[in-house]
């Protein structure tokens, strides 16, 4: 089975471009930080290359930018080509089957509660009022009216 799964940060802006038959596809980068610290304490952090195609592809271009927040499903793929002085390169990356956009590359960090931050105004209700009280007469229930 081959099955990637990443949550990270794009880390420069995606490269879209057409094929000679028209097909749309999109370069970026994610970087993934690792669960565990080094000697050092610190998080490294992995820069994993990615690749979509398609409509998948022309999304991300319109979507996300550097740092927007992104979870990519897909399956790794090595290929190679030879560059223009005839060596053989390798190329190891995930071809990105489903690309779901988390956050943009501000998050939710600075929100607060009654500043917009471009989030919808959300109405709320005070716990301590009964938020069943507009909604008429009390029912009573027995035992015999329950299905079970």
């Known amino acids: 089975m081959n099955k990637v799964i990443l949550i990270g940060r794009l880390t420069k802006n995606p490269e879209m471009r057409t094929t000679t038959s028209g097909t749309a596809t999109t370069s970026f980068t994610v970087a993934v930080s690792r669960t565990y610290t080094n000697q050092s304490g610190e998080r490294e952090t992995d820069f994993i290359n990615c ?39 390798y190329v190891t990356e995930v071809v990105a089957d489903n690309v779901t956009f988390l956050g943009s590359k501000g998050g939710n960090a600075n929100f607060e509660p009654g500043n917009n931050n471009n989030h919808e105004n959300i109405e709320t209700t005070d716990v301590e009022e009964d ?3 507009d909604f008429g007469e009390e029912i009573a229930l027995s035992d015999d009216d329950l299905p079970f």
Not at 53 to 74: D, M, P, T
Not at 82 to 89: L, P, Q, S
């Open 131 to 133: 938020p069943f009280k």
């Open 51 to 89: 690749v979509a195609w398609r409509k998948q592809a022309e999304n991300i271009a319109k979507y996300c930018s550097k740092g927007s927040q992104v979870a990519v499903e897909g399956r790794m793929q090595t290929r190679n080509y030879d560059d223009k002085e005839g060596v053989k390169k």
